[in-house]
């Protein structure tokens, strides 16, 4: 555990739920893509929830607090920059990579009909945002990917508002919420819009500068009230998703640390590009099919399981290629110097 010592309990622990829920949510949905004649877990979707969405809320509120709770003191620039791009567009490329492959040299799946000039999109990791608008060639990370960049590009300005108009911008960020609901300027859903989503992410922020300001204010409690009393399931997941996060932040200092948290949360990223191709997969071979309660449960626990497998094996061979380009990059110096 010692490798640990220094990573946050709390933001593990929700990080961990965050890409199961996601993950079983997308399970049902794909259910229902390929018309498998089976039982819906409860983590699907209803008149006034939706659970895709309260994973990903808490995935944003994860996102907004670790960057805050580790730059709120200080914060470099190009550093921070630097290590965005390392933590995000190797993996992402190595899984696109592997997910093309699959897709159209294994199961010969044709090339879709799109402009050459719109793959930039999809180097840049705009490209599942972006086909919401038009087809694009994005093949893992759905929209989430492109939304995280540009609230990463934005941090430092983010966190600079933050660190002096706390209350302004969370009530600005709220304020783009309900016009992104109810207005939809971008003719995105507020569900998977940059607007709609700013909420969640500024909440994490605020929460990791000064949480216990957040749990007692009452007009943040009005608000959450507030959203759970008007009939709008956007405004209804995230009010679930926070009382998630608040919860799993008061239960992780009951509770005894477990190294299982440490690593699903480690592979969350990994996981979160890599399940859509599998469930996509292993449904398109079942499609039709009929099954049991008992037998989808263990379907659900085994594509889990091999979704924890291959988010490991991505990982070690993006380890594998990091490593091998700093051992380069260092012989480089090295021979330089000489």
């Known amino acids: ?3 640990y010592a220094s990573r946050i309990y709390y933001l593990d622990l929700i990080r961990m739920f965050a890409i199961l829920i996601i993950v079983i949510y997308h399970f049902n949905c794909t259910i229902v893509d390929k018309n498998i004649n089976a039982f819906h877990y409860f983590l699907y979707e209803n008149d006034f929830i939706s659970w895709g969405v309260v994973g990903v809320k808490l995935f944003l509120m994860v996102s907004g607090a670790a960057l805050m709770y580790h730059y709120h003191d200080d914060l470099k620039v190009n550093d921070f920059y630097k290590k965005r791009v390392k933590s995000i567009f190797p993996l992402f490329y190595l899984v696109y990579l592997l997910a093309f492959i699959s897709r159209y040299f294994v199961l010969h799946s044709p090339l879709p009909d799109i402009p050459a000039y719109r793959f ?13 608008y038009t087809p694009m060639f994005n093949l893992v990370g759905d ?12 941090f430092p300005l983010f966190r600079k508002l933050v660190l002096q108009y706390s209350k302004v911008v969370l009530s ?42 957040i749990i007692q204010n009452k007009i943040f409690l009005m608000i959450f009230i507030l959203f759970l009393l008007i009939n709008n399931k956007i405004l209804i997941s995230i009010s679930l998703s926070i009382f998630i996060f608040l919860f799993l932040y008061w239960i992780s200092h009951k509770i005894k640390k477990h190294l299982i948290v440490y690593r699903i949360s480690k592979y969350s990223y990994a996981m979160f590009l890599v399940h859509h191709i599998l469930l996509s997969f292993v449904f398109t071979l079942l499609s039709g099919m009929t099954f049991s309660f008992f037998s989808i ?12 497998v291959i988010s490991r094996m991505v990982l070690y061979m993006n380890h594998l290629f990091t490593l091998g380009r700093n051992k380069l990059e260092f012989e480089i110096f090295r021979s330089n110097r000489k």
């Open 172 to 213: 600005i960020s709220l304020l783009c919420l309900i016009i992104s609901i109810y207005i939809n300027p971008f003719h995105i859903e507020a569900s998977t819009s940059i607007l709609g989503n700013l909420f969640p992410f500024v909440f994490g922020m605020i929460f990791a500068y000064k949480k216990e300001c």
């Open 143 to 154: 929209w989430f990917i492109g939304v995280i960049l540009i609230y990463y590009g934005l």
């Open 120 to 132: 930039i999109f999809t180097v840049l990791g705009l490209d599942g945002y972006l086909s919401q």
């Open 297 to 308: 449960t263990l379907l659900l626990v085994l594509c889990i399981l091999i979704i924890i």
């Open 1 to 3: 555990m010692n490798k």
